[in-house]
């Protein structure tokens, strides 16, 4: 029982980010009818954006380190410790938190210059030419990413107060054995929180209200004299957005490098296609369902049973999916299911 | 009908011809080695198998590099076990990886558009982790599966009794390296541009096309098109099979990052470089592409500095910082702008862009030659446009 429940905590932590990022590439496809197979590049983005922040609240000054006497020691001291002391420190303990406020507007900015620049001449292309277009774009962003940052992980950590693992045995009266990572709770909660923020901007705003009448019937929007082309771009801003507060966050759970995104774009896409192209509901449901099926897959009694089952999986269940309800699991009729 | 055998003729003559004569006109260019010379037509077999399925039906696979990795582990498996003759081999791979292509082909046909690539694509992922993970006995994981010493080789033991040292890849005792290996790649590689030429030209190719202009109005017309689409899907598997022996035939080494979804994005923009459908395209592509991977990784600061000597110095600076991004370990870069721009500017590829020029060239000098002849025939123009 613990094992089991174990796993399901596992999973959704990895299924809030393949929530995250599903949810914004099913919106961009939604909307726009654009594929976008850059979409884990700017997931990798988010995360450089938490690396930025660190990078930035660390800037250090080398100061004579007065605890040795014998000879000269040189230690770097951040500008902020130096300035405001404690307070300056715990400041950049919460660097993976605080880079969401660098990353909200630094991935809004991005998107929208992607979708006007970019993406806004690919509407009447076929979709391979979107796939293909997005696909070097994602390569270009990985690439300068590499050049700036280097080729290895950056390790960026967590707050000191969430590093431990939390009890949640204890809490639920089942024992010690089961403890689960601050972090990755913290994460999971995030990322239910910017879904249900989505989901209720669209569903309980004017915009939102209108971003859906769009996706239904863009054509009849366009003839109410409203200008839904630029309402997609908001969109598409957001759903950038989503993708680079979910990089942001993961940045403890698993260090960021140039290529995290491909591979979650991978398996974002599967997500998508499961839950069913367009469908915001099945994305999310699909997200955290694919996340806790991994992380069972990886336990290893299964393995012994199934031998390299944890790595193939997820392709395992959307290729049936996909043979067997080619429209995802709530994906509406009519969408894309040629 | 004469007319097009004709020039179909002519076109594989010359292409054959500039094949086997690229040791020559390639060595001005810096590119007359036989390593990177092999790689040019084994590249180009891969690009034009892909593009009997890609051109020709307009079925995008994202995952088409299974298909040179199993290759690939399939030739050097038979290096292994029965010979280092390079023909058995590369037979093997074909097979192998047609049924592969028959088995991924089989289930992703069933959908099409983004979903068939998406398909592909879990395919190749499947395929790529297993290789690295559970099938280690058979791929040798991230080592990679080399020939060894006390590999059986059933059929050279059986010949010539047991070696004592690791043979190398050969063609009945043509080495593999070097030149003869270029020349036995660049003969395949003719006999694969024609292959796939014959299948342009023939009733199947046209009934390719008409899936790929649309595949409704087949279906309505009675056509059951899955069993073409499968037969195309796995032609071009067989092609990427072939390639991948020929990799291990000049260099008896097989990895599962042939497999990686980077192999598969980097034949697609081959493909789209030289000219999606075209005959030509996606051969001139591959040559584009790796000659251009071997040119600018071979890049680094000091070379850069040399080129650029000739500005002024805080220029020159800047423009290395800038040019250093694009060469050397950022050739990546490099590929996926020009992927971008490609796309964006010019989707017809390198073979489109010179039909382009030509047509562009041609009707200047018409202009040129109208202008020229006007004060001879000053009054004729008008009367000759109303006769026509």
């Known amino acids: 029982m613990d094992a089991v429940l174990l796993q399901l905590l596992n999973g959704l932590d990895k299924g809030g980010a393949y929530a995250l990022i599903a949810l914004g590439l099913t919106l961009i496809f939604g909307t726009l009818g654009v594929v976008n197979f850059a979409h884990g590049a700017l997931f990798m983005l988010g995360a450089f954006c938490a690396v930025t922040t660190h990078k930035l609240l660390t800037i250090s000054k080398s100061v004579q380190d007065t605890s040795i006497t014998l000879f000269d020691v040189h230690k770097d001291v951040p500008y902020l410790q130096i300035w405001w002391g404690d307070i300056g420190a715990r400041i950049i303990d919460y660097a993976v938190p605080l880079s969401v406020l660098l990353a909200i507007p630094m991935m809004l900015l991005v998107g929208v210059a992607l979708e006007r620049g970019l993406i806004r001449h690919f509407y009447r292309r076929t979709h391979a030419d979107q796939i293909l277009v997005t696909f070097g774009l994602a390569i270009v962003l990985q690439e300068v990413v590499k050049a700036y940052f280097g080729a290895n992980p950056l390790p960026t950590p967590a707050p000191e107060i969430v590093s431990g693992s939390a009890n949640i045995g204890a809490w639920i009266g089942l024992g010690d054995a089961l403890s689960y990572p601050w972090w990755r709770l913290v994460y999971f909660l995030f990322s239910v929180a910017v879904i249900g923020m989505v989901l209720a901007f669209l569903r309980f705003t004017t915009f939102g209200m209108v971003v859906r009448a769009g996706m239904r019937d863009r054509e009849t929007v366009g003839l109410f004299g409203i200008d839904i082309e630029r309402r997609f771009t908001i969109v598409f801003g957001i759903a950038v957005v989503v993708a680079g507060l979910a990089g942001a966050m993961y940045t403890p759970i698993l260090p960021p490098d140039y290529h995290m995104g491909m591979e979650f774009l991978v398996l974002s896409f599967v997500v998508v296609v499961v839950g069913g192209m367009g469908s915001v509901g099945g994305a999310v449901l699909a997200g955290f369902l694919l996340g806790i099926l991994q992380s069972f897959a990886s336990m290893n009694e299964i393995k012994d049973l199934l031998p390299g089952i944890d790595q193939i999986i997820i392709y395992l269940v959307a290729i049936v999916i996909l043979l067997v309800r080619p429209r995802g699991l709530m994906g509406r009729a009519g969408v894309m299911e040629t | ?388």
């Open chain 2, 1 to 388: 009908m004469t007319h097009t055998v004709k020039r179909d003729r002519m076109l594989v003559g010359g292409f054959a011809l500039a094949v086997l004569t690229m040791p020559v006109w390639m060595t001005p260019l810096g590119a007359g080695y036989p390593d990177l010379l092999q790689r040019f037509a084994i590249y180009g077999i891969f690009a034009i198998g892909f593009n009997i399925l890609f051109g020709l039906t307009g079925y995008l696979s994202f995952g088409h590099a299974v298909f040179l990795g199993v290759g690939s582990y399939a030739a050097v498996w038979s290096f292994k076990l029965l010979s280092m003759n390079v023909l058995p081999a590369v037979l093997c791979a074909m097979g192998v990886s047609g049924l592969f292509a028959l088995a991924i082909g089989y289930i992703s046909l069933r959908r099409s558009g983004i979903y068939f690539s998406i398909l592909t694509l879990a395919f190749a992922q499947m395929a790529y982790n297993l290789a690295y993970s559970v099938l280690t006995p058979i791929t040798n994981g991230e080592t990679g599966l080399k020939i060894e010493r006390v590999d059986p080789r059933l059929i050279d033991t059986w010949l010539s009794g047991p070696s004592t040292l690791i043979p190398s890849t050969n063609f009945f005792g043509m080495p593999m390296s070097g030149y003869s290996g270029f020349f036995f790649c660049a003969v395949l590689l003719i006999a694969a541009f024609y292959v796939a030429l014959r299948i342009a030209r023939s009733p199947f190719g046209a009934m390719l096309r008409a899936i790929k202009s649309n595949q409704n109005r087949l279906n309505y017309a009675g056509v059951h098109t899955r069993p073409y689409a499968l037969t195309a899907f796995v032609i071009s598997g067989i092609f990427a099979g072939l390639a991948g022996g020929l990799l291990a035939a000049t260099d008896p080494l097989a990895g599962a990052e042939r497999m990686q979804w980077t192999a598969s994005g980097e034949v697609v923009l081959m493909t789209i470089l030289g000219g999606v459908g075209t005959q030509l395209g996606p051969f001139v592509g591959a040559v584009i592409i790796k000659y251009a991977e071997n040119i600018f990784s071979a890049f680094n600061p000091q070379t850069l500095h040399g080129i650029f000597a000739f500005l002024p110095d805080p220029i020159e600076d800047v423009v290395v910082t800038v040019t250093g991004l694009f060469v050397g370990n950022g050739w990546q870069l490099t590929l996926g702008t020009l992927f971008m721009l490609l796309v964006i500017f010019l989707p017809g590829g390198v073979i489109e862009g010179a039909r382009r020029l030509g047509v562009l060239i041609g009707r200047k000098t018409a202009a040129l030659r109208g202008r020229r002849s006007q004060p001879l025939g000053s009054a004729l123009p008008a009367s000759g446009a109303a006769s026509e």
